[in-house]
């Protein structure tokens, strides 16, 4: 039975691969496998230090109001001055808030017989506090402070010699633990298995290493040789793919590809299982970005770029337009499916409970956007795989104006987003309404959370079948249902997929001219950063069209895509050009996407990647749990990948 949980967040792609490995791969695999074990030990080691390290000294001498939880500090507030006053509180990380009443503090009798009120506020932003005077709604005094975790502080109120005038001093009972010191401890454990693996790769290049390695590891190598000749058993049924990605007779897949999807997938898998309880690895509330709202839609990217190349090599081999339109079909229809049925909170309460089941969500908008771009490049690219001549005019962007259908039809998608966002009349909000609602815009929208996008979902799903808590309730308290992988932002994952398809056309037309293919990266890299700097006029909240995780916006598709094309043409350079790193480990998870997201989501409550903790408001040890369940999922790739198997759907 599986366990009940919350559900899903973030995203995937799929692929399956064929390695090709010589004698010394073989040596090298076999050491990478003792590496990875003495990573998860040593990591765990390293990183239980850190959470013994970041603990409070209990000696020194401090006020507390309660027990302090993660990314909460204490605040006592003296009042000496002859008159209640009220203290409210404004993060500075929510755009266009107005002060939010936190407590008041009752009269004092005097210079040295204050009355006091302990609060406990948040430590993730900035917070401006603001001191108002009950009855007249006077301002005494307002400033600017980010506190520290776990910190104790005195807010002390005293009247001056003039009695009209209020002094406001803030100070540091006990100093807040540094809480992000288990982040340097894991990062120096990863810096170190990364130097001494390097170490390792030139150690077993010299020759007398090798010798021995091959004479230690004869027995190993004969029996890869026998199951290289007669295949390994598949007892799991899982399907064993050897089809090449790079038509038409390449026969080698891109590693940078695959170890830029895994790179996608392992950080997506930290950020799911908790990210350590960090908020820069958690969603962004509304505009901006965190770490874990890169991770999605470059899995579109990579999907779409993974599309290009495997239709275009089916078609090259004459495969049928219907075989292939009936494949791509079954494929979205799997993945929806899966998304709905499997990676779903609703299983706890029984097959038949669809009264509040959530239908849209990451492997549901993953199918339909490789439903869309696989029909459209299908059809599209059928009549157009054909070698033009360099002498040609438009040579230099033929891989752009030979799918000119293609790209009218995804521009018409995007402009029909445009319309439904701006100009769709949403009842109760202003029309072309982007806001988070809730306390943002000055409270004047509480119920217009994502504008067009939420109506069209509450109207076609109904609120009980979208997502029920949005990120922005942590910073706007909005309180209507939204979903970030609702109906209208499909439209921009479309997009999102087409660009990916580009890159694949640009490594299709430009196969083996690497100088060619990293120039058109960068100059499409170059373009879309130049559209979103024009689209957010570089700013978080004040552009035209900002830069939305929840809203999938149009300015996030070029922000991502910029990022995802300088990314792709770096791991190219790297990888599959100059074959300085092999894309280990990333490269093995990324070869199995599919089961290692589909696993990660299933088992996130079994151990050994979740246990119950001995302090769970301790980052230490949320961050050595969700670093260990990471890093099992990448070892697990790892050993499916030495036995060659692939889920294939």
């Given at each position: 039975m599986l366990p009940c949980k919350k559900g899903n967040t973030l995203d995937l792609k799929k692929e399956d691969r064929k390695e090709e490995a010589g004698k010394s791969d073989v040596m090298a695999s076999e050491g990478e496998y003792r590496w990875t074990v003495s990573a998860v030990i040593v990591l765990l080691l390293a990183v239980s230090a850190a959470?013994?390290?970041?603990?409070?000294?209990?000696?020194?001498?401090?006020?507390?109001?309660?027990?302090?939880?993660?990314?909460?500090?204490?605040?006592?507030?003296?009042?000496?001055?002859?008159?209640?006053?009220?203290?409210s509180v404004h993060s500075d990380h929510c755009y266009q808030c107005l002060p939010q009443k936190f407590g008041t503090i009752p009269a004092g009798q005097g210079p040295g017989t204050p009355t006091t009120v302990g609060f406990v506020l948040g430590t993730q932003h900035a917070l401006t506090l603001q001191l108002n005077s009950t009855a007249g709604k006077q301002e005494l005094c307002k400033f600017d402070f980010h506190f520290g975790e776990q910190g104790n502080y005195s807010l002390w109120v005293k009247n001056l010699i003039e009695p009209s005038r209020v002094s406001c001093n803030l100070v540091t009972d006990?100093?807040?633990?540094?809480?992000?010191?288990?982040?340097?401890?894991?990062?120096?454990?990863?810096?170190?298995?990364?130097?001494?693996?390097?170490?390792?790769?030139?150690?077993r290049r010299l020759d007398f290493v090798r010798n021995l390695l091959l004479r230690l590891g004869s027995t190993v190598e004969t029996e890869r040789l026998i199951n290289s000749e007669l295949g390994i058993p598949n007892r799991l049924g899982i399907t064993v793919s050897t089809e090449s990605i790079i038509p038409p007779t390449a026969g080698r897949r891109l590693r940078s590809l695959d170890t830029f999807?895994?790179?996608?997938?392992?950080?997506?898998?930290?950020?799911?299982?908790?990210?350590?309880?960090?908020?820069?690895?958690?969603?962004?509330?509304w505009n901006g970005l965190t770490v874990a709202d890169l991770v999605f839609p470059w899995f579109v990217f990579i999907m779409g770029t993974s599309v290009g190349l495997s239709l275009s090599g089916s078609l090259r081999r004459g495969v049928k337009l219907t075989h292939l339109l009936g494949k791509i079909f079954w494929r979205g229809l799997q993945l929806f499916l899966i998304g709905v049925i499997i990676i779903n909170p609703n299983h706890c309460q029984g097959p038949l409970s669809w009264d509040s089941l959530r239908i849209p969500g990451v492997l549901q908008r993953l199918g339909f956007t490789y439903l869309v771009v696989g029909v459209l490049d299908a059809v599209v690219a059928q009549e157009r795989l054909i070698n033009l001549s360099s002498e040609t005019r438009w040579y230099s962007l033929h891989d752009v104006f030979l799918y000119w259908p293609a790209w009218l039809f995804v521009i018409a998608l995007e402009i029909l987003?445009?319309?439904?966002?701006?100009?769709?009349?949403?009842?109760?909000?202003?029309t072309?309404?982007?806001?988070?609602?809730?306390?943002?815009?000055?409270?004047?929208?509480?119920?217009?959370?994502g504008g067009a996008a939420g109506y069209i979902d509450r109207w076609l799903l109904g609120e009980n079948h979208i997502y029920q808590t949005p990120s922005s309730r942590v910073v706007y308290q909005s309180s209507v249902p939204f979903d970030p992988e609702g109906v209208l932002g499909s439209i921009n994952s479309i997009l999102m997929a087409f660009l990916g398809l580009q890159a694949g056309k640009i490594l299709l037309h430009y196969r083996d001219q690497h100088r060619q293919i990293m120039i058109r990266f960068l100059i499409w890299g170059f373009l879309l950063g130049i559209l979103s700097a024009v689209l957010t006029k570089c700013s978080s909240n004040k552009g035209f069209i900002p830069v939305n995780k929840n809203l999938w916006s149009f300015s996030y598709v070029t922000t991502l895509s910029c990022f995802a094309f300088v990314v792709l043409s770096i791991f190219y350079y790297m990888i599959d050009v100059k074959k300085w790193w092999s894309g280990a480990p990333f490269f093995y998870p990324g070869m199995n996407s599919i089961l290692v997201y589909v696993g990660h989501e299933v088992f996130e409550e079994y151990f050994p990647f979740r246990w119950k903790m001995s302090n769970n408001q301790s980052h230490a040890e949320h961050l050595t749990q969700n670093l260990l369940a990471t890093s099992i999922w990448v070892f697990i790739a790892y050993l499916l990948y030495r036995k060659k198997i692939f889920w294939k759907i």
């Open positions: 959470h013994v390290t970041n603990k409070p000294a209990s000696s020194r001498p401090h006020r507390k109001t309660s027990v302090l939880k993660m990314d909460e500090a204490a605040l006592s507030v003296f009042n000496e001055i002859k008159e209640e006053i009220t203290l006990s100093e807040p633990v540094n809480s992000y010191l288990p982040i340097l401890f894991a990062f120096l454990v990863f810096a170190g298995m990364v130097a001494l693996y390097t170490i390792w790769s030139i150690v999807r895994g790179l996608s997938l392992v950080i997506m898998v930290f950020v799911n299982y908790g990210g350590g309880r960090y908020w820069f690895f958690r969603h962004e509330s987003w445009l319309c439904l966002t701006f100009f769709l009349p949403v009842p109760g909000c202003p072309g309404y982007l806001g988070p609602g809730g306390i943002g815009d000055f409270n004047q929208y509480p119920d217009c959370t």
